[in-house]
């Protein structure tokens, strides 16, 4: 079945590690994201892509890293450098007029 | 591309028609109106979207008003499954430069038993 594709989906890590964080699809979407939510609140968009080999920031893409070397691929790594990275993460892919959302990653860092 | 704004919650009774409202007043001619909810714990899912006219799926119906600054998502019969966080966007679908999808805090819809 076609669909979008996040892993794992739990995620413990240690403070002060960076972790990468996956998103597959099969849909052939040129366009891909990644959102933050935590608890209570809306989504926030950390970065997009719009086409293989480039992406752009979003609102709060501070101590967030992304690349997107294949088309049905786009990993988020959280780096050490993001503050409190403990959230739930969200990958999502977009035809020109509908959202596809993965079951996304909860990622809590102790 | 145009803000909206949403009531933060919401409360139905089961069996019940459920109104959730949508104001974007700074709404452009060529901007759709779209709805999307999120089940605790889930990702997104998309729900509908308009341009002018009422429109109607089955899971929803969409009434946008007349001069499109605000519009009604209508769930007919709520049941205890709908509970969910409700978003509502507006963008130009096909434009390059709405690639930068961005969502609100969205409705918090409780149906009670």
Known sequence: ?110 | DAKTTQPPSMDCAEGRAANLPCNHSTISGNEYVYWYRQIHSQGPQYIIHGLKNNETNEMASLIITEDRKSSTLILPHATLRDTAVYYCIVRVPNRASNYKLTFGKGTLLTVNP
């Open chain 1, 1 to 110: 079945d076609g669909g979008i594709t996040q892993s794992p989906k739990y995620l413990f890590r240690k403070e002060g590690q960076n972790v990468t964080l996956s998103c597959e699809q099969n849909l052939n979407h040129d366009a891909m994201y990644w959102y933050r939510q935590d608890p209570g609140q809306g989504l926030r968009l950390i970065y997009y892509s719009q086409i293989v080999n480039d992406f752009q920031k979003g609102d709060i893409a501070e101590g967030y890293s992304v690349s997107r070397e294949k088309k049905e691929s786009f990993p988020l790594t959280v780096t050490s450098a993001q503050k409190n990275p403990t959230a739930f993460y969200l990958c999502a892919s977009k035809t020109n007029t509908e959202a596809f959302f993965g079951q996304g990653t909860r990622l809590t860092v102790v």
